[in-house]
């Protein structure tokens, strides 16, 4: 299978939709070759929604949205069991949870009780409901946003919760070019009412497949897990990434080869992707909250500052 031709299939379907957001949505599909979620922190307006309305309806799966508030309880995540009288058993009615793309929106304004109730699914594929287990359709992938700004009536997530999300980005506002061709995409209508799918579910798992066969070298697993352990040893960090923060970047790094034509991971893959997939896992210290550093850059210093391995990368030919 030509993974760099599935990718940019669905790439370029995602464009029609979400402008000037290119290095986002590469992430985005390294996320689903990598069956991996997404947290997206952003503020309001900038496309978050519609970029998850937009990648299920271009890969055929189906769409579910939980508006997550205060009130919410477990069961109107997961799903709830009720009795029918006419048999006289209890059957099962599946909560929103139970989908393939799931938008988890504002899902720091739920209870921590509520966001636990994410934990079993985006881990395990299933979830557990009156002592029954209930597998998830695959592909399943978790897209959840949260607002950077507004902190009233909002629960932290903890960092079990975090360490869960495979990747962490941020859209941004668009450029004065790509705001005006926003506005013209959408003077009749929304162009995400005439998208229409470029892969198959069969095609994705197909894909998801031939991505974990990408050759990553020992030097690259040991730079991998370099920079994953100076986290733990750097002063200005707290609490450093866990081993699942190294297993995301060997995954992510594979599908981000993939995307690329590669057969073989290079220590640039690992590279970029290590803000994207280390920066939520890792806590601050105080001295680094004092100098106002954030997690990306304390991320992004490590990362540079480990010596990049030398060498042949590529599958060795027996």
């Known amino acids: 299978m030509d993974l760099q031709e599935f990718g940019k299939r669905i790439t370029k379907n ?100 509520t966001q636990a109730a994410l934990l079993e699914a985006m881990e395990e594929n299933q979830i557990t409901v009156d002592g029954v287990t209930h597998h998830l359709m695959q592909p399943f992938m978790v897209l959840a946003t949260q607002n950077p700004i507004e902190y009233e009536g909002t629960f932290p997530l903890p960092e079990a919760q975090l360490d869960r999300f495979l990747l962490h980005l941020q859209l941004g506002y668009p450029s004065l070019r790509d705001e005006i061709r926003v506005l013209e995409k959408q003077q009749s209508q929304h162009p995400i009412e005439s998208l229409e799918s470029v ?12 991505t974990k066969q990408i050759y990553v070298s020992d030097a690259v697993k040991r730079y991998i897990v370099e920079i994953t352990s100076q986290t733990r040893k750097s002063g200005d960090v707290h609490l450093g990434a866990s081993p699942r923060g190294s297993l995301a970047l060997f995954r992510t790094g594979q599908a981000r080869a993939a995307l ?53 990368f590529q599958t060795v030919q027996s």
């Open 14 to 113: 995602l464009k029609k939709v979400i402008i000037g957001k290119a290095p986002a949505l590469d992430l985005v599909v390294i996320g689903l070759l990598a069956q991996g979620h997404i947290l997206i922190e952003d503020v309001p307006g900038v496309g978050k929604t519609v970029l998850a309305r937009s990648l299920a309806k271009s890969v055929d799966s189906t769409f579910n949205r939980i508006q997550f508030t205060p009130d919410m309880l477990p069961s109107d995540v997961t799903g709830v069991s009720i009795y029918n009288q006419e048999t006289r058993k209890f059957e099962f009615r599946p909560g929103p949870l139970l989908g393939q793309i799931i938008l988890a929106d504002e899902i720091n304004r739920a209870t921590p009780k």
């Open 199 to 210: 892969a198959s579910n069969e095609e994705i798992l197909e894909a998801i497949d031939a």
């Open 260 to 312: 690329r034509g590669r057969d073989h991971v290079l220590p640039d893959d690992i590279k970029a992707l290590a803000v994207p997939v280390l920066g939520h896992r890792i806590i601050l210290g105080p001295a680094a909250r004092m100098r106002e550093f954030n997690a990306d850059q304390i991320v992004r210093e490590l990362a540079y500052g480990i010596p990049v391995p030398g060498g042949d």
